[in-house]
């Protein structure tokens, strides 16, 4: 306190013998100040007991420090790892995260509402938006980035991994391994990933003269992939050869169903594969066959793009594909 009242970044420049703008450059992340000044500036905001304050601060710079993360189905183990390391990045840049979870995606609607009143400088989201919402963001001025989800009809920038290439190595892997009956766990409808991880496996086993494939299941759960896997037996028949699930999740529950309800042993009996490649896939127990989406590379593509796209507004939007990454386990007998 300085006479009764908040010290300011004005006291702090007046007692250190700097512009008040070089103090402002002191408390902005990667912001261009020399080691001598971020030193002498430091040492007399500890001496005066200065904080900045980020409202004060977005009154002047008109920009909130916030960036909104949407997220859909937070129970897949895959998206706890993506919010980490999207916070990570987004904190080293100065901007805080607002979490917004959806449990279906057909909510949006409802949690955009959510969001706007923040004022957000940009939103990143792994839920999948429809045009109109687009166009809102448009109208809004607010700067948007599709993770793992994407819009054909209109022009948004979006991080994907490629999923159909993924599906295709994992099926391919199992067809060179003598594998011809399959069956299909899949996720939940409304989920665009889910419904592109199915598509791709129908269209690849056709590809390969295989069709009347069974197709189960309507979510990312444990449960999913263990009452599907009952379901399947109960329908007669034998079991497959080989299962594809939406993802690791569902695939851990079906290898416990398949051992415990029916005394089926991965790779002897039955071969499961996943997506993903979230940490349980390498449990010793599971040790999946999976497609292991890039996190790393992928937020970072998305904070990048986001944080180009406040400070450029008019910047042209761009996707960008990558491809997954082959983990080859137990859990399945499999060619490369």
């Known amino acids: 306190m300085t006479s009764g009242r908040p010290v300011t970044s004005y006291d702090v420049a007046r007692h250190a013998g700097v ?48 960036i909104a ?21 987004l ?34 989201a792994s839920a999948q938006l429809s045009p109109a919402h687009v166009a809102e963001f448009e109208k809004r001025s607010v700067p948007l980035v599709f993770y793992n989800r994407y819009l054909n009809s209109v022009s948004v920038s979006s991080v994907c991994c490629d999923q159909e290439d993924g599906v295709r190595q994992l099926i391919d892997g199992l067809y060179k391994a003598g594998h011809r009956k399959y069956a299909i766990i ?11 991880r199915k598509t791709a496996a129908l269209e690849r086993l056709e590809e390969l003269g295989l069709e009347d494939v069974p197709v189960l299941g309507e979510d990312y759960s444990y449960e999913n992939g263990f009452n599907s896997v009952n379901e399947l037996m109960a329908a007669g028949g034998g ?28 790779p002897r009996d039955i071969s499961v594969v996943g997506f993903d490649g979230v940490g349980p896939a390498s449990w010793k127990s599971y040790d999946l066959t999976t497609i292991r989406q890039p996190v790393r590379r ?6 990048s793009m986001l944080l180009s796209m406040i400070e450029e507004p008019e910047m042209p939007r761009e996707k960008r594909v990558f491809s997954g990454i082959l983990r080859t386990g137990s859990s399945a007998k499999f060619v490369e």
Request: proline fraction near 5%.
């Open 69 to 89: 993360v949407l997220i859909s189905n937070l129970t897949n183990l895959y998206y706890p790892e993506v919010l980490a390391e999207l916070t990570q990045r």
């Open 239 to 266: 079991p497959p050869h080989a299962v594809i699930c939406a993802n690791d999740v569902v695939a851990i529950g079906a290898l416990d169903s398949f051992r415990v309800n029916h005394g089926l042993v991965a």
């Open 186 to 196: 899949a996720g939940p409808p409304d989920s665009v990933v889910g419904v592109e």
């Open 19 to 66: 512009s008040q703008s070089a103090v402002s450059r002191c408390f902005k992340p990667g912001a261009s100040v020399s080691k001598k000044m971020r030193a002498r500036v430091m040492a007399a905001a500890e001496e005066l007991g200065y904080e900045p304050n980020a409202i004060a601060r977005s009154l002047i710079t008109r920009r909130s420090n916030l």
């Open 91 to 124: 904190s080293a840049a100065g901007v805080r995260v607002l979490l917004f979870t959806l449990s279906r995606e057909a909510e949006a609607d409802e949690v955009l509402q959510q969001v706007w009143p923040y004022r957000v400088d940009g939103v990143i």
């Open 298 to 303: 992928m937020t970072e593509a998305a904070v």
